[in-house]
Structure formats: C-alpha cells, structure tokens
C-alpha cells in the first residue's frame, strides 16, 4: 500500500512538472489566446538549474534520488567505475575539481541562464570533457555523470562546495507491489 502511494504521489508531482515545465523545456501545448510575457502562472517561477542528454537509461525498476552533497575543503570523493547510476549534478556553491576516466558534459551557468531568459526557448549550448581531463565547475555550472565512469571528485578551495544530485540507479527497493485486485 505504502508503495502504491509512492507511485502515486510520484506520477502526479510528474505531472505537475510537465504543465510548470513543460513551456520551458518547448514542449507543445494547445493555445487558446494571446500568451503572456511570462509562460508561468501567476505566483510560480521556475529557473533551469542542469539539462544533460544520456543514451541509454538504468533498467528499470529504478530508483531516482535528490540529493544536496557537501565537499569540505581539501575533501576528495572517489566514483565507483562499477556504479551504473546516472546522475545530473548542478553545483549550487563553490568550486568543483573533477576528473573522469570517461568523457562528461558541462552545461555551464551562462547557458542555463540564457535558456531561462523569456522568449528563448533555445537548448543551451554544452561543453564536452574529455575523459582523463582535470575540469572545474563554478556554482550554477551542471555535469551529467554516466553510468558505470569512476573518477574523483575534489575541493580544492577554502569554501565548502554544495552540489545538488539528481541520481536514477537500479533499483534498491525491489519490484513495485502489486496493484490489488478490484
């Protein structure tokens, strides 16, 4: 039951981001007069913090997680090579050092901020790393972390950094119950 009302509460906040989310990211939507300026309702804003393409996604089941990391200062966190979660990352604060064994891509704050200027609507352009390359990221700045590419991630300034983790992984709940019979 518990499960059930997960998935429920999960299918309508989804829902809720395609009607707020949807004039951002240009999906399509019937139109029955003149749009305002501002695409959002009255009340509501939204700004874009990290937009990334991947190829393929986790097997489902799946689990999706947000989470708020924080680096300390002179801290380093190594990445699995074997961990199949995908994850977008938005640095909120500070200064990230990172380095891959595989390639990455960077959205960098500029571009997300120009994606949120009204009237744009444009995929903000997307910065590649190769892999084994040393890249630093500023806060507003977003990566996409592929499945199964170790690396380190590292602080190496005097302010703590603060990055916001958006991770899809196989799942570690189990299968979804069942849905009872009527």
Known sequence: MHRWRFSLVLGLVGLLGLILFGPVFGLTRAQTATPAADAMPPGVSAQPLGLGHVDTLPAAPADLLLIRFTVAPGASVPID???PSLTLAYIESGTLTMRFDG??????????????????????AT??????????????DAVVGPPNVGGTLSNAGSEPVVVLNAIISPSQMGPSAATPAA
Not at 103 to 114: D, F, S
Not at 127 to 140: D, M, R, S, V, Y
């Open 81 to 83: 090579p074997n961990d």
């Open 103 to 124: 390639p990455l891509t960077v959205t960098r704050a500029g571009a997300m901020n120009a994606m949120a200027t009204p009237g744009t609507m444009a995929m903000p």
């Open 127 to 140: 910065e590649q790393i190769p892999a084994g390359t040393t890249a630093t990221l500023q806060a507003g």
